[in-house]
Antibody, heavy 118, light 106 residues
């Protein structure tokens, strides 16, 4: 069955970087886009960016431009999200989610909690 | 960026009630609108895509309608398992944006 499995919770200090993973299984990895969405505690959902795993091209939200990098490893069907220069405002649950072309998120990972604290 | 204004932000309802949630887009998004349900500690779950298409496995009491800039999610008869937070999502243009959410409470 289709699944996105994310890496475990992280605790980071302000100014550090974090790199999260999202492993896809049960479908053709290069046939779907993978996105990252985050949710601060008690807050709504915020789209961060998208990876096209085939060619490896990316689109980022302007808010995160320069701080976020999406990469992928087609051999392990895994997408990575690295966020740098962390502040307490980056404390959130980070989700990866799948879409096909011109469609919305149909499959989500379980989420990864990132806590930024000194 | 396209702003999605969702209302109400919360509502109280009883089992069996008909519930309507609205999202207004700041510009036309054709029918590129989805609805998600989220329960505490869980990832969002898609209910509706392309404005009115029901996700496989989702009960038929959920329905979506609208076009252009005004969209609606309707729950025809609220069930106990429907108490959750609901979000709309526009995926017409980047950056994709969500509504602020509607918490449906007893």
């Amino acid at each position: 069955q289709v699944a996105l499995v994310q890496s475990g919770a992280e605790v980071k200090k302000p100014g550090a970087s974090v790199k999260l993973s999202c492993k896809a299984s049960g479908y053709s990895f290069t046939s779907y886009f993978l996105h990252w969405v985050r949710q601060a505690p008690g807050q709504g959902l915020e789209w961060m960016g998208r990876m096209n795993p085939g060619p490896g091209d990316t689109i980022y939200a302007q808010k995160f431009q320069g701080r976020v990098t999406l990469t992928r490893d087609t051999s392990t069907t895994t997408v990575y999200m690295e966020l740098s220069s962390l502040t307490s405002e980056d404390t959130a649950v980070y989700y990866c989610a799948r879409t096909s072309f011109k469609d919305s998120f149909d499959v989500w990972g379980q989420g990864t909690m990132v806590t930024v604290s000194s | 960026d396209i702003q999605m204004t969702q209302s109400p932000s919360s509502l109280s309802a009883s089992v069996g009630d008909r519930v309507t949630i609205t999202c207004r887009a700041s510009q036309g998004i054709r029918n590129d609108l989805g609805w998600y349900q989220q329960k505490p500690g869980k990832a969002p779950k898609r209910l509706i895509y392309a404005t009115s298409s029901l996700q496989s496995g989702v009960p038929s009491r959920f329905s979506g309608s609208g076009s252009g800039t005004e969209f609606t999610l309707t729950i025809s008869s609220l069930q106990p398992e429907d108490f959750a937070t609901y979000y709309c999502l526009q995926y017409n243009s980047f950056p994709w944006t969500f509504g602020q959410g509607t918490k449906v409470e007893i």
